[in-house]
């Protein structure tokens, strides 16, 4: 008899952005003449910049020529993407982490998904509330929770980033293994300064755990004394991963490209207490499992470190910048709290009731569509995230609106 994997039937069915699609087709059927604006999911609206066009059309034109044409590329991604990464990324940052270091892929969500296979079953992991879901999916698939009661999943750290600590988590209580963050925060728009995760590197530095850090949002960092990467904090290469999106930097949702950093000196253990290179079992686990991105679309990706593709992804996102200032300030105007918005993409607005009665407010009064926060996770309860994904016009529309009848 084929049987299942169990720990599948514990995973809570995410209803969120179809119950999000639901109000608001309800809405739309009952109101056809109003134009819904969506500041909700969380996918770039503008396309790709030129300079990455132009290559990806140039690769896509040598893939046609025998003399040119290229098959399986090195797993790990070409060493011209790599370069260009690790120089650009970190290097000119300070943060010392080489070529051989990066590991390109189709996205930063299998990435963060697939690494918890190389951990043992029995570890404790600690995973922030509210969250990007697929920290904590993937730990449910893979066995290292119990059930899930009253809104968490039994074994799992939960580290809550509430008003009173600003949207950083405190460090745990209890030891923990494996140890997830993600700054600036989706979805709570919250950034860490180098004081903050140098807390949390000297933690897992004590207590022989593992940070995976995900900074998907770092192109978003404005503030110059941010750091973008961890490994800008002393001590990071040992006991941390890093996973890194051209996704929202330059607007690659739909392209996908991606790539995760493990430094040759990042460590775990064996059963022995010995320590087993995190470099040499992910190399092993890309090569087994994957088979390398495009070329056209490694090119692309390399576009985005030429002189044009910097002036013109700074373009990019400085243009959703400009959205999320213009959200603040509306929402500020209207007596609201909020964080993020600064250096991110996200406004996490507290909206002094539940997040469902908000969400359903701004969709009946305002015809805006957001994110109840609770959909991720219990800590969201009370809050709305507000993206700045999309055009100027529409963000200013919908925030005239909110204005206009929230006053
Ligand atoms: C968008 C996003 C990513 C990027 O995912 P891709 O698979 O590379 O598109 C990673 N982490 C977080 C938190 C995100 O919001």
């Known amino acids: 008899m084929i049987k299942i994997n169990e720990n599948y039937l514990k995973l809570q069915a995410s209803y969120l952005f179809s119950d999000i699609a639901k109000r608001v087709s309800a809405f739309q059927r009952e109101n056809p003449d109003i134009n819904v604006i969506k500041l909700g999911i969380g996918d770039v609206t503008r396309g790709l910049p030129p300079v990455c066009v132009k290559a990806f059309h140039k ?40 070529e051989d270091e990066i590991f390109v892929s189709d996205g930063a969500k299998c990435d963060t998904g697939n690494i918890q296979e190389l951990f043992s079953k029995d570890i404790t992991v600690a995973i922030p509330d509210p969250v990007y879901p697929v920290y904590l999916d993937t730990n449910v698939m893979a066995g290292r929770t119990g059930n899930y009661t009253d809104g968490r999943f039994d074994g799992i750290v939960y580290l809550e980033a509430t008003r009173e600590n600003g949207f950083v988590p405190q460090l745990p209580q209890q030891k923990v293994d494996l140890i997830y963050i993600c700054f600036p925060n989706n979805p709570t728009g919250s950034t860490a300064t180098r004081e903050e995760l140098k807390t949390w ?135 609201y ?33 957001c994110t109840p926060g609770a959909g991720f996770g219990s800590c969201g309860e009370g809050y709305i995230r507000i993206s700045a994904f999309n055009s100027y016009e529409n963000v200013k529309e919908a925030m005239a609106r909110i204005a206009r009848q929230l006053q």
Not at 67 to 79: A, K
Not at 223 to 247: C, M, Q, T, W
């Open 59 to 98: 690769a896509v034109d040598e893939m046609a020529e025998d003399s040119s044409f290229r098959g399986y590329g090195p797993e790990q991604g070409y060493d011209f993407l790599r370069r260009a990464i690790a120089e650009n990324d970190f290097q000119a940052r300070g943060a010392e982490i080489a």
């Open 337 to 369: 709290t909020y964080d993020g918005g600064r250096n991110s993409p996200y406004i996490w607005v507290d909206g002094q009731r539940d997040s469902w009665s908000f969400f359903d407010m701004l969709l009946n009064k305002a015809g805006v569509v």
């Open 201 to 335: 590197v000297d933690y897992a530095r004590d207590n022989k755990a593992l940070i995976l850090f995900d900074a998907a949002y770092e192109s978003f960092i404005r503030d110059n004394s941010l750091p973008k990467s961890i490994y800008e904090v002393e001590g990071a290469r040992e006991v941390a991963i890093e996973f890194r999106s051209f996704s929202k930097s330059a607007g690659f949702t739909g392209t996908r490209c991606a790539y995760t950093v493990v430094p040759k000196d990042c460590r775990a253990f064996d059963a022995q207490g010995h320590s087993q290179s995190l470099h040499s079992l992910w190399n092993r686990r890309h090569c087994t499992k994957f088979n390398g991105v495009s070329y056209p679309v490694q090119r692309a990706a390399e576009a985005v470190y030429s002189d044009e593709g910097k002036a013109q992804t700074a373009e990019l996102i400085s243009y959703y910048l400009r959205n999320a200032d213009l959200i603040r300030r509306e929402i500020e105007a209207l007596g």
